[in-house]
């Protein structure tokens, strides 16, 4: 099974509920954890992982020869980001938007491209309290975090559990990581910006077809405008966490919710029923 854990803003608390999650059902599944917000990658701080394995993660970029070239165009043409500019007697290639489709080398028709690795990355994996643990990094400066969130699903197992830790935002990062997810688990809090961007996140995932359900962090501050935005749509609100500063004094010395407060395992556990239960049911999230 894959559940993704997203959020349409960040700092909603996405990384607790994924690796609390994770936590909870480790005694009773196998269960894997991915790290997807390659920018920004943090679950490693909560869970420590004795990292073991490193997959260097490269893209392959144009280089032209210049004597064979004969400065038609079409790879500049072909190109939907622009990363090659032809001039007369001179061509310029940006590595920087290049996305590595290889449209350029195929239409050339003297055949003066080849194409070099560039790295951009690499995915780090390991073991983590009998947990699998799998993280990507960009490297800094990189632009392009799509790539390596695509090898971090690679290590997706089918006989496990796969947590899927997103990326805040709706944006490509966000949709290359909840794509073919079995669920969704939208997590915000009850202000109008979580409200805002929930909404966004709700209208990827039913553009998606996932199912979807919301978990509500720091409840009792902000407003009703998530509960009733959820009431109104149908969509489930699985899991409340309130707003408590013992789980803020946990957090921030990187002590899971799970770890630090153990009676929260069991809401964990009853999470997770739901959500194979909403899974099997086919449920999608309701429509525009």
């Not at 197992?157 to 688990?185: E, H, K, W, Y």
């Not at 209208?203 to 009703?224: F, T, W, Y």
């Not at 069991?266 to 525009?288: M, S, T, W, Y």
Request: proline letters at 7%; hydrophobic letters at 40%; one cysteine or more.
């Amino acid at each position: 099974m894959i559940i993704s854990v997203a959020s349409g803003k960040g700092g909603t608390g996405k990384t607790l509920v994924a690796t609390s999650l994770a936590l909870s059902l480790k005694e009773s599944h196998k269960v894997q954890i991915l790290d997807c917000d390659v920018e920004e990658p943090n679950d490693h701080i909560l869970l420590r992982p004795d990292l073991t394995g490193c997959e260097i993660v490269c893209l392959p970029v144009p280089r032209v020869d210049e004597i064979n070239c004969n400065y038609c165009g079409m790879c500049a043409d072909v190109c939907a980001y622009r990363a090659i500019a032809v001039f007369p007697k001179n061509i310029l290639v940006f590595p920087q938007l290049c996305h590595g489709c290889g449209a350029c080398g195929y239409l050339c028709p003297v055949r003066a491209i080849s194409y070099e690795p560039k790295e951009i990355g690499m995915v780090e994996t390991g073991d983590a309290c009998d947990i699998h643990f799998v993280h990507g990094k960009l490297s800094v400066g990189e632009p392009m975090p799509v790539p390596i969130i695509k090898r971090v699903k690679k290590y997706i197992l089918s006989q496990c559990v796969n947590i899927i830790d997103v990326s805040p935002g709706t944006s490509c990062p966000m949709v290359a990581s909840v794509r073919n997810s079995d669920f969704c688990l939208l997590v915000t809090e009850p202000t109008p910006f979580g409200l805002h961007d929930l909404k966004l996140a709700v209208a990827v995932v039913k553009e998606l077809q996932i199912p979807c359900g919301v978990v509500l962090n720091r409840a009792g501050v902000g407003d009703s405008g998530v509960e009733d935005y959820c009431r109104k749509e149908d969509i489930p609100v699985m899991l409340t966490i309130p707003f408590d500063m013992e789980i803020a004094r946990l957090y921030s010395r990187g002590i899971t919710l799970a770890e630090g407060m153990p009676q929260w395992k069991v809401q964990f556990v009853h999470l997770f029923d739901a959500i194979q239960e909403r899974a099997r049911e086919g449920n999608r999230c309701p429509k525009r």
